[in-house]
């Protein structure tokens, strides 16, 4: 199991838009040595699905917190709570007193600039970052925050993004996914492959 220092959980959507964002900020975690923690890890069906997130928040000392879709932008859109609903129960945690829980950091994100204070007056004073749903930048946000925060030496953000294109033509090569349906992975078997593929000193697509 991950150590509360090396965890970091992430808190975002889960549908096929933001997928490639999702992709980017997992390959990061992993490329800088850490354990990204995910939902979807814990499969007991008789788990609380709260209780199951509690749990994560509270294991993991970095928190990454998209809140994309907590602003509605299309006619009958429902704006989904759960992602804001997450980051308090994370602040919450930080201030609670508990041992450790105060050196708890997270980064929160967003698809857009600005529009989180219109949705949540109460964040002012926190500094939202804004993507733009693009990947390649969502990466490099998460790369300086963890520079910054867990002190890692990471690699420029063109050099860090240049390797997730060498991940992605690894993951097609690799000899035991000749049968697999590579686009179909699910966030764990993603992750599974990061993980390979960093053990395996980070090879070539075409070696």
Known sequence: MASFESSVFINCPFDARYRPILDAILFCVIFAGLTPRLASERGDGGENRLDKICALITESRFSIHDLS???????????????????????????????????????????????????????????????????????????????????????????????????????????HQARADVDAYEPFELIDAMQRWNALGRPEGNA
Do not use: T
């Open 69 to 175: 879709r907590c602003v509605a932008v299309l006619r009958g859109e429902v704006a989904r709570l759960n992602m804001p609903f997450e980051l308090g129960v994370d602040h919450g945690l930080r201030i609670c007193g508990l041992p450790g829980m105060a050196s708890k950091r997270f980064l929160i994100l967003d698809e857009r600039p600005f529009r989180l204070k219109q949705a949540i007056s109460d964040i002012n004073g926190w500094d939202p970052q804004s993507h733009d749903g693009d990947p390649e930048r969502a990466m490099k946000i998460v790369r300086n925050w963890l520079r910054q925060e867990a002190h890692i030496p990471l690699p420029g953000g063109d050099i860090l993004y240049g390797n997730s294109l060498i991940f992605e033509a690894w993951k097609y090569l690799e000899p």
